[in-house]
């Protein structure tokens, strides 16, 4: 069978060899009637040409005659100029003569011509001789051409009249046959469109609509009609449309069923947020049946208190290209509520609203009974831990009473235990502060340099007790920040990388302006050590809650794994970043970086 390609190609070619042929014979025959009417131009010239010898020589002869009779040079001028002209004309007629128009006739009057010039050139010179008998018999013999010529030129005309009107004859029938040729390419023009059409149609366009049906069944779902037979392209597509059809059915399928079988609610609303479609876990979910559902106003379905900002949600959901995030609690059918999380998006094509709704009363139970264990930590324990510490201050003081050397030490280790757990209670709160929204950064000017001297001046003693050396490379540069909250994450650092590093080594604290962006830039602070530096699996767990990193060979360093959770927070609150490089066994580079100005953030935010 055919390609589609060379169907499509025999379609142009046929009828363009079709046309060429007409035109051919077209342009065959108008050069035939070209070449018939310069044929007739040139029998007819001839025919004027004869006539015009014809009366040039008896005009000559009359004019010699006259000049012997009367000896008038007025005649004798006119015998020579009419020479002249006579073999100008017979010059002229014998060009046209030449080739497939020269006839015998035509070569007899030529030869005639010839002799009655030659005839004059001889008689010319009878204009001063006295009248003799060889005049006399050149006279006759002129007399006796002039007959001939006569009679020679008659057959002449009658025979270019033949010619003329046969070549006119020929004209009309290649006329005719031109306008024959043109008719006939004009109905066998109609005769091959309607031809191409019905091949067009009963092969090609039967078949694209097949395909055009198909596809369309493919987008909205309904099955595909029989394939098409053959091996051409068009029947190749559409078993590439078929195994397309059967690809998507199996898609749907899968979708279908992860859908109908997750615990997620997912519906359709309408631009009323009337229920268009939902799957099978909003009947574990409420209680409710599906098709109690289907055509509910799923507003209806919330919190009287929730329902006004829900709405508002749904309406900016209509007007936004992207996602809309929002919280609200769904009725249950047995009345109570359920805390669910929406993310909607608007479909503009079907006008429908897309819901996945996640039931996260679970989450929000663990988040109140967090609180309740943060206000029970803030209260309950950091309270009388406050208190303990301030009796144990009391013991050290001898205001109990005196005490040896043993009852000291246990106090002192008590108060450093105290100590501890109220550090720690205080860094899980700000942790949490900063988790939930209320970390407060209260902002002032300062510069780069008073920052880092307060921090390295905190953490000195602690160095020189290992004898490690601390080293700067930094210039005093203005800052907006809350002070206070970065010398925390300052000392944080610079304690980490002295308790990290081995005695008699260097901690250098760096600082510089850098361009992060194009015409962005942040000030960046590190703090470099020659410690143990951290294994690679563990670095992304560096800042995260709860979570100490040692390395391999030095073990875990005491401690309650916030404080860098709590560095983290502050940087972002900054609006900054903070990060880790290390080379296990070369030491670490702990870096963040924030914005050189805060203005758009007011005081105590």
């Given at each position: 069978?055919?390609?589609?390609?060379?169907?499509?190609?025999?379609?142009?070619?046929?009828?363009?060899?079709?046309?060429?042929?007409?035109?051919?014979?077209?342009?065959?025959?108008?050069?035939?009637?070209?070449?018939?009417?310069?044929?007739?131009?040139?029998?007819?010239?001839?025919?004027?040409?004869?006539?015009?010898?014809?009366?040039?020589?008896?005009?000559?002869?009359?004019?010699?005659?006259?000049?012997?009779?009367?000896?008038?040079?007025?005649?004798?001028?006119?015998?020579?100029?009419?020479?002249?002209?006579?073999?100008?004309?017979?010059?002229?007629?014998?060009?046209?003569?030449?080739?497939?128009?020269?006839?015998?006739?035509?070569?007899?009057?030529?030869?005639?011509?010839?002799?009655?010039?030659?005839?004059?050139?001889?008689?010319?010179?009878?204009?001063?001789?006295?009248?003799?008998?060889?005049?006399?018999?050149?006279?006759?013999?002129?007399?006796?051409?002039?007959?001939?010529?006569?009679?020679?030129?008659?057959?002449?005309?009658?025979?270019?009249?033949?010619?003329?009107?046969?070549?006119?004859?020929?004209?009309?029938?290649?006329?005719?046959?031109?306008?024959?040729?043109?008719?006939?390419?004009?109905?066998?023009?109609?005769?091959?469109?309607?031809?191409?059409?019905?091949?067009?149609?009963?092969?090609?366009?039967?078949?694209?609509?097949?395909?055009?049906?198909?596809?369309?069944?493919?987008?909205?779902?309904?099955?595909?009609?029989?394939?098409?037979?053959?091996?051409?392209?068009?029947?190749?597509?559409?078993?590439?449309?078929?195994?397309?059809?059967?690809?998507?059915?199996?898609?749907?399928?899968?979708?279908?069923?992860?859908?109908?079988?997750?615990?997620?609610?997912?519906?359709?609303?309408?631009?009323?947020?009337?229920?268009?479609?939902?799957?099978?876990?909003?009947?574990?979910?409420?209680?409710?049946?599906?098709?109690?559902?289907?055509?509910?106003?799923?507003?209806?379905?919330?919190?009287?208190?929730?329902?006004?900002?829900?709405?508002?949600?749904?309406?900016?959901?209509?007007?936004?290209?992207?996602?809309?995030?929002?919280?609200?609690?769904?009725?249950?059918?047995?009345?109570?509520?359920?805390?669910?999380?929406?993310?909607?998006?608007?479909?503009a094509g079907s006008k429908s609203i897309f819901c996945v709704i996640h039931d996260i009363t679970q989450r929000k139970e663990a988040e109140r009974l967090k609180q309740e264990v943060i206000a029970m930590v803030s209260h309950d324990l950091r309270a009388p831990l406050t208190s303990l510490g301030v009796i144990l201050d009391m013991m050290m003081e001898g205001i109990v009473g005196e005490l040896n050397e043993r009852g000291n030490r246990l106090v002192r280790l008590a108060k450093q235990s105290v100590s501890s757990l109220i550090t720690m209670i205080n860094d899980l709160l700000d942790v949490e502060r900063y988790e939930s929204g209320g970390l407060l950064l209260n902002y002032e000017r300062t510069t780069t340099d008073e920052v880092l001297e307060n921090a390295i001046g905190m953490i000195k003693p602690e160095a020189d007790k290992k004898q490690i050396r601390i080293e700067k490379g930094f210039e005093s540069q203005a800052i907006r920040l809350d002070p206070e909250r970065i010398n925390r994450v300052l000392v944080n650092l610079l304690s980490n990388a002295v308790k990290f590093s081995p005695e008699n080594s260097c901690v250098m604290v760096l600082?510089?302006?850098?361009?992060?962006?194009?015409?962005?830039?942040?000030?960046?602070?590190?703090?470099?050590?020659?410690?143990?530096?951290?294994?690679?699996?563990?670095?992304?767990?560096?800042?995260?809650?709860?979570?100490?990193?040692?390395?391999?060979?030095?073990?875990?360093?005491?401690?309650?794994?916030?404080?860098?959770?709590?560095?983290?927070?502050?940087?972002?609150?900054?609006?900054?970043?903070?990060?880790?490089?290390?080379?296990?066994?070369?030491?670490?580079?702990?870096?963040?970086?924030?914005?050189?100005?805060?203005?758009?953030?007011?005081?105590?935010?």
């Amino acid at each position: 069978m055919l390609r589609t390609t060379h169907k499509i190609a025999l379609l142009i070619i046929v009828p363009l060899i079709i046309e060429l042929c007409f035109l051919g014979v077209v342009m065959s025959t108008v050069d035939e009637l070209e070449k018939d009417r310069m044929a007739e131009s040139r029998a007819v010239e001839s025919l004027v040409y004869v006539n015009l010898i014809l009366n040039d020589t008896w005009n000559a002869a009359g004019s010699m005659m006259m000049f012997k009779a009367t000896q008038t040079d007025r005649f004798i001028l006119e015998f020579h100029d009419l020479n002249n002209v006579l073999t100008g004309h017979a010059t002229k007629l014998k060009e046209l003569l030449e080739g497939d128009t020269e006839t015998p006739e035509a070569r007899e009057f030529l030869s005639i011509v010839e002799d009655i010039l030659a005839t004059f050139k001889t008689t010319s010179g009878m204009i001063d001789d006295e009248y003799e008998v060889s005049n006399v018999r050149l006279i006759g013999k002129l007399r006796t051409f002039i007959k001939e010529l006569n009679s020679t030129g008659l057959k002449v005309i009658e025979q270019q009249t033949r010619d003329r009107e046969r070549y006119q004859k020929k004209q009309v029938l290649s006329r005719s046959r031109v306008k024959m040729v043109l008719g006939s390419a004009a109905v066998a023009n109609v005769i091959l469109a309607v031809t191409l059409a019905i091949i067009f149609s009963l092969t090609f366009a039967k078949r694209f609509k097949v395909l055009m049906d198909n596809t369309m069944n493919i987008a909205i779902g309904k099955p595909l009609g029989d394939p098409l037979t053959g091996t051409d392209e068009l029947a190749l597509l559409d078993t590439v449309i078929h195994n397309l059809s059967t690809e998507l059915e199996i898609t749907r399928e899968k979708e279908r069923a992860m859908i109908d079988n997750t615990a997620v609610i997912i519906c359709s609303l309408n631009e009323s947020y009337r229920i268009t479609e939902v799957n099978p876990a909003v009947e574990i979910a409420t209680g409710y049946d599906i098709a109690e559902l289907l055509g509910s106003n799923m507003v209806s379905m919330i919190h009287e208190d929730d329902r006004d900002r829900v709405f508002d949600r749904l309406e900016n959901c209509k007007n936004s290209a992207s996602e809309i995030e929002f919280e609200a609690r769904l009725r249950k059918k047995d009345g109570r509520f359920l805390s669910t999380e929406w993310n909607a998006n608007w479909a503009a094509g079907s006008k429908s609203i897309f819901c996945v709704i996640h039931d996260i009363t679970q989450r929000k139970e663990a988040e109140r009974l967090k609180q309740e264990v943060i206000a029970m930590v803030s209260h309950d324990l950091r309270a009388p831990l406050t208190s303990l510490g301030v009796i144990l201050d009391m013991m050290m003081e001898g205001i109990v009473g005196e005490l040896n050397e043993r009852g000291n030490r246990l106090v002192r280790l008590a108060k450093q235990s105290v100590s501890s757990l109220i550090t720690m209670i205080n860094d899980l709160l700000d942790v949490e502060r900063y988790e939930s929204g209320g970390l407060l950064l209260n902002y002032e000017r300062t510069t780069t340099d008073e920052v880092l001297e307060n921090a390295i001046g905190m953490i000195k003693p602690e160095a020189d007790k290992k004898q490690i050396r601390i080293e700067k490379g930094f210039e005093s540069q203005a800052i907006r920040l809350d002070p206070e909250r970065i010398n925390r994450v300052l000392v944080n650092l610079l304690s980490n990388a002295v308790k990290f590093s081995p005695e008699n080594s260097c901690v250098m604290v760096l600082c510089k302006h850098i361009e992060i962006r194009r015409d962005e830039f942040m000030f960046e602070f590190k703090v470099i050590d020659e410690g143990p530096g951290i294994p690679a699996e563990k670095r992304k767990l560096v800042f995260e809650k709860f979570k100490q990193v040692g390395s391999g060979s030095e073990g875990e360093k005491k401690g309650s794994g916030l404080g860098l959770a709590i560095c983290k927070a502050i940087v972002e609150a900054h609006g900054g970043e903070i990060g880790v490089e290390s080379v296990a066994g070369a030491g670490s580079t702990f870096w963040f970086r924030i914005p050189p100005d805060q203005e758009n953030i007011p005081e105590g935010n």
